[in-house]
């Protein structure tokens, strides 16, 4: 089957009690057992619950894995991710990464003996270089937040197993509608299904897929043992998130382009990045490896903090708010919002500097996305 007809089937059979077409929310911590240790499959809600187990299938078929694990938020998914690293392990990251796991790394798991080093894995060279002696892990963001850069899946997939290191996915930018990860050569698959896949910005969860078998059992262990695990409520809402998704990220990204396409003929942009412009210096590689842009635009204004924050005030569709991925627009400032954990020399050396604005196209119609846009660049 197709990929928009999984989204509504895979993994999702009618209840097998009731007949139910839509997965009941089942509210129960624990599950009558016949005789001690004899049950249907569900013991406490923590191990599992048949709501999260519905999600859970979806998931992973969506992602072409073996298995898919829910959790209470992405950052849930990534700490009980990280739990298979012990001490001593080192972790080869991209160097645009989400604030929040960027903190965990640096502010967290590093004290407790974790070695992470960061490269730019668009330099090819410089990722093999990175990866010696040796490494565990190889994590990345593609398209990064905020700066849309874009990795070559395949390529540093075959330069992580060479070096004996696996490969984690963080694919909240894209989804599985637009990219596949697995199908490139990855092993785990991260998701913050707080954003594109719940869809409305109204609930929090997390999730990992696995390719194989054997890690998938050693994880759902983990998810039990650490215990970051979603509510059957919010199971449900991605759940129902999922069934809309391939609809929304097309209207997504009709209105990622439209406003991309104001911007980019503006005066008082220093640059857009959007990956579906053909001026994005890795446009070929969005073609080749995705099977669309996505929603995600960022803007640098010329007059840094100052047009940021007139540009923010004369916004009337968008919201200035955290997050994205919602039917809403949303407008985000990284310097002082998203990444403000990160220290400024190193935002800067990066290119998340006072003047980057992250702009969430949500699902309003795309002519207002662009009229508001026009209408705060003309305040400027
Ligand atoms: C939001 C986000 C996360 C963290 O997810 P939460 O659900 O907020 O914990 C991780 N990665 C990316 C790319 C994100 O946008």
């Not at 997965?23 to 406490?44: C, E």
């Not at 990855?186 to 194989?212: F, M, N, P, R």
């Not at 809403?328 to 190193?346: F, G, I, K, N, Q």
Request: with cysteine.
């Amino acid at each position: 089957m197709r990929f928009d007809t999984r989204l509504i089937h895979s993994g999702q059979p009618a209840d097998p009690l009731t007949g139910a077409v839509n997965t009941p929310i089942y509210l129960s911590s624990t599950f009558k057992q016949s005789a001690p240790n004899r049950n249907r499959g569900y013991v406490y809600s923590r191990t599992a619950n048949p709501t999260r187990s519905v999600l859970e299938a979806a998931l992973a078929s969506l992602e072409s894995g073996r298995a898919g694990l829910a959790f209470s938020s992405g950052l849930g998914a990534l700490v009980t991710l990280l739990e298979a690293f012990p001490s001593g392990s080192r972790i080869v990251a991209m160097d645009d990464l989400y604030g929040g796991t960027w903190r965990l790394f640096e502010h967290h798991r590093k004290q407790f003996g974790l070695r992470v080093d960061y490269v730019d894995m668009r330099d090819l060279a410089a990722t093999a270089d990175a990866l010696r002696p040796s490494a565990d892990l190889v994590y990345v963001e593609s398209p990064t937040n905020p700066l849309l850069k874009l990795v070559d899946l395949k390529a540093v997939g075959r330069l992580a197993h060479a070096a004996g290191a696996a490969v984690a996915v963080d694919n909240t930018f894209a989804t599985p509608a637009l990219q596949r990860p697995i199908e490139s050569g990855a092993d785990i698959v991260l998701h913050s299904t707080t954003k594109y896949l719940g869809g409305h910005s109204d609930i929090l969860g997390g999730a990992l897929v696995l390719k194989e078998k054997r890690p998938a059992t050693e994880f759902a262990w983990l998810q039990n043992a650490v215990g970051a695990i979603p509510s059957p409520f919010d199971c449900f809402l991605v759940l129902r998130g999922l069934h809309t998704l391939g609809v929304r990220m097309r209207a997504h990204e009709a209105g990622a382009r439209a406003v991309a396409e104001v911007l980019a003929r503006d005066g008082r942009v220093l640059r857009v990045l959007y990956p579906g412009l053909a001026s994005h210096p890795q446009h070929a590689l969005a073609r080749r490896q995705m099977s669309g842009y996505g929603g995600i635009v960022s803007v640098e204004l010329s007059g840094g903090i100052r047009a940021a924050r007139r540009f923010l005030k004369r916004l009337r569709v968008f919201t200035l708010a955290e997050s994205l991925g919602g039917v809403e627009s949303l407008v985000d400032h990284p310097a002082t919002m998203t990444h403000a954990s990160v220290p400024r020399a190193e935002r800067e050396a990066h290119g998340v500097t006072d003047g980057l604005l992250r702009l969430s196209c949500g699902i309003e119609d795309p002519a207002d996305l662009a009229d508001d846009v026009r209408s705060a660049l003309g305040g400027l």
